[in-house]
């Protein structure tokens, strides 16, 4: 079937831009494939099958660190097939083994079979998934490239909230065992057409401006005059090579934000639900706090967007990341839920922020042309970060008998990330001629 066609007849016919279409497809596996293999669904998981198989916490918490780390040897190699053949076959592969891996979690029995499942969707959650649905969005919007992706994040954050949720509501009715395969079936169904259909690469693929102003709509193979069509945009941004990436001190204090800032996103979240049923609380309330923090995530998303053409991005990363330090140290000395679910809602404001902000800063600061193979590049530090939190923290657990000093400690290192991120100044335009310029928009204040 001939999908560039039907793509580029849609986008004739569509009274909007094809941008648009283009967000809600990446917005399919955002929503039902990336919080099926999130910490925060795999939070209400762990009580009932350690408990069931007699694993400790720091064992269980292991699968997350091992997917996190098959995540960042594939990463570049996702990151170059996103930039070559665009987000759409590597997405809908993603969420095909997304949802098999969860209705094969629904029989595992021996923890090796447990790793076995859950380490492959770790991987593609970590790497493909993240890298094909954010680098397809900003690679059609410039201007509104802040807009963008906070959409993408609300809905991502909508799915994170829910999904906790229904788990658990599956858990206390028919078992864990029913829960991963309902949701494994949920992917399947939903993540892989709709995507295939109609992802694109680029809007210059399709013979589309990117990102046009309001009333300059463009479409492919337009046969309006050349005299009658409006100025080129005055935005522009450098396309940097990676190799020039890698020269900017930007890329490095970047990736170094992101160790720190992701140990402490998953090593919080994955832990926050055993925290609170070892404290006392009912384990149907004690998972309010993984939807919380999900949740948070949404307002946090849309609060940080506004802010991103008008504040510095640097500057904004480093509140977020004091955010994210308050809640993570708040949630480590909170007993309760009265104290618990407002930490759980500054700590997903604060990581909503980092993951809108950091994709956005790597956009603006690099530019579309190369952005997949950069991110390709740099995702591994973010993945590491992801790795090393949740086993850091389980088996602390382990040796203390408690959560306390592994939150505090992972508070006090995203403040100190929220310190280095101000280093991070953009790198500037290239020399003339050294590559190629494109729409954009410049960032702000630096």
Not at 49 to 64: K, L
Not at 133 to 152: C, D, K
Not at 318 to 336: D, K, N, R
Not at 397 to 426: H, K, N, Q, R
Request: include cysteine.
């Amino acid at each position: 079937m001939n999908f560039a066609g039907l793509r580029a007849r849609l986008a004739r016919r569509l009274p909007f831009y094809y941008g648009w279409v283009i967000l809600a497809a990446a917005s399919v596996p955002s929503f039902g494939a990336r919080p099926v293999m999130a910490v925060a669904t795999l939070s209400v998981f762990v009580v009932p099958m350690t408990d069931e198989f007699g694993w400790s916490r720091g064992q269980f918490s292991g699968a997350v660190s091992l997917g996190a780390l098959f995540g960042l040897i594939v990463s570049p190699f996702a990151g170059r097939l996103v930039d070559r053949y665009g987000s759409g076959v590597l997405l809908s592969a993603s969420s095909a083994v997304v949802g098999l891996c969860a209705i094969g979690l629904a029989l595992t029995s021996p923890i090796w079979s447990f790793y076995a499942l859950y380490v492959p969707g770790r991987a593609v959650f970590s790497s493909p998934l993240e890298l094909g649905t954010s680098t397809a969005v900003s690679n059609w919007f410039i201007r509104r490239r802040p807009m963008g992706l906070a959409y993408m994040g609300i809905i991502q954050g909508i799915g994170l909230t829910i999904f906790p949720v229904i788990a658990q509501v599956l858990i206390d009715g028919w078992g864990w065992r029913t829960a991963w395969l309902a949701v494994g079936i949920f992917t399947l169904s939903t993540g892989i057409i709709p995507v295939l259909l109609l992802m694109a690469r680029r809007p210059e693929d399709m013979g589309l401006e990117p990102d046009p102003e309001k009333d300059r709509r463009s479409g492919p193979d337009s046969d309006a005059p050349t005299a009658k069509r409006p100025a080129p945009s005055t935005y522009t941004e450098s396309n940097y090579t990676v190799r020039q990436a890698l020269a900017t001190r930007a890329f490095w204090m970047l990736a170094l934000f992101s160790v720190f800032g992701f140990v402490v996103q998953s090593g919080v979240s994955l832990h926050q639900v055993p925290h609170y049923i070892d404290q006392g609380v009912p384990t149907h309330l004690a998972v309010l706090t993984a939807s919380t923090f999900a949740f948070g995530q949404v307002p946090g998303g849309l609060f940080w967007s506004v802010l991103a053409r008008r504040v510095p991005l640097r500057v904004l990363l480093s509140a977020a990341a004091v955010t994210m330090s308050v809640g993570a140290i708040g949630t480590g000395f909170s007993t309760s839920l009265s104290l618990g679910i407002p930490m759980a809602f500054l700590l997903g404001a604060g990581v909503g922020g980092i993951h809108l902000l950091l994709r956005l800063t790597w956009a603006d600061y690099y530019g579309r042309l190369h952005l997949g193979t950069i991110r390709g590049l740099t995702l591994p530090a973010q993945i590491g970060g992801q790795a090393l939190g949740p086993i850091i923290a389980g088996f602390m657990f382990d040796s203390t008998g408690g959560y306390e000093t592994p939150f505090t400690i992972f508070g006090i290192l995203v403040a100190f990330a929220a310190v280095i991120v101000l280093t991070a100044t953009p790198p500037g335009p290239l020399p003339e001629g050294s590559a190629s310029l494109q729409p954009a928009v410049e960032p702000v204040g630096d």
